[in-house]
């Protein structure tokens, strides 16, 4: 078992969690695709947060809600948020 399978998802970075939105109901009915932005992230980023880092769980959990927020079409499948509090 991988290491980022014993994290919860929400915490994990965003192509995971759209890897694992397979019944996810999407903006324009596909998912999003974040190649060109993960690519210029690696290039651009001042800095490389340590993954399990609480600086690297931020930006995961913060990248995951964007997308989240942006694409997928119900608030019941978001997995960054307690559906039950917000």
Do not use: C
Request: glycine content about 2%; hydrophobic content about 35%; cysteine-free.
């Amino acid at each position: 078992m991988s290491q980022s399978t014993n994290k919860p998802l929400w915490i994990q970075d965003r192509d995971t969690v759209i890897e694992q939105s397979v019944d996810a109901q999407w903006r324009d009915s596909i998912p999003p695709d974040y190649t060109r932005t993960n690519n210029f992230l690696k290039q651009e980023s001042q800095y490389n947060h340590l993954e399990g880092s609480l600086e690297g769980i931020v930006q995961n959990l913060v990248r995951a809600f964007e997308m989240e927020a942006s694409f997928k079409t119900n608030p019941q499948q978001w997995v960054s948020i307690v559906n039950e509090k917000f």
